[in-house]
């Protein structure tokens, strides 16, 4: 009886090791998670107060480029785009939202641009682009990050 006992004993122990052995560590848990996440897509996109209340993300989305290409296209009409270069009609910017809410616009141009219309463009829209309105910064489990995407901007309406 003792020596069944004993050999029971054993064998419970040496069970319970095998099933520790068998828990992955934090890092391991960590490092699996990582792996995992698709750092390519946010959680939520960056977004303005007017598009908060909207629940369809899609909707939320689509309600923010709106908000963001009537914003460009109305700061740029009033300029001298179309004066200085009449043959252009939409231009291409490139926007970071930045996760502190800050943002950045730069024009992404053909390759055939002349490197003097680059610099001018460039600087219209630097100049142009000041006192955008507050934009909230995408999310990514549950911490602001920086988002960046092309945006097609008409400088000039077919009047």
Known sequence: MKKNLTLLLILLLQSCQYFEKQVPSEKELLEKQIKEINWKVVDVYPSIADCEKIIDVSQKKHC?????????????????????????????????????????????????????????????????????????????????????????????TGK
Request: charged content about 25%; cysteine-free.
């Open 64 to 156: 923010f480029f709106e908000f963001l290409s009537a914003t460009i296209q109305q700061k740029l009409s009033i300029d001298t785009l179309k004066i200085l270069f009449p043959k252009l009609d939409t231009i291409e910017v490139k926007v970071t939202v930045n996760s502190d809410a800050t943002m950045q616009f730069e024009p992404q141009f053909p390759r055939d641009t002349v490197a003097y219309d680059t610099i001018r463009i460039d600087s219209i829209l630097k100049l142009k682009l000041v006192d955008f309105p507050k934009v909230n910064p995408g999310i990514k489990r549950g911490i602001p990050v920086k988002t960046q995407f092309i945006l097609p901007v008409i400088i000039k």
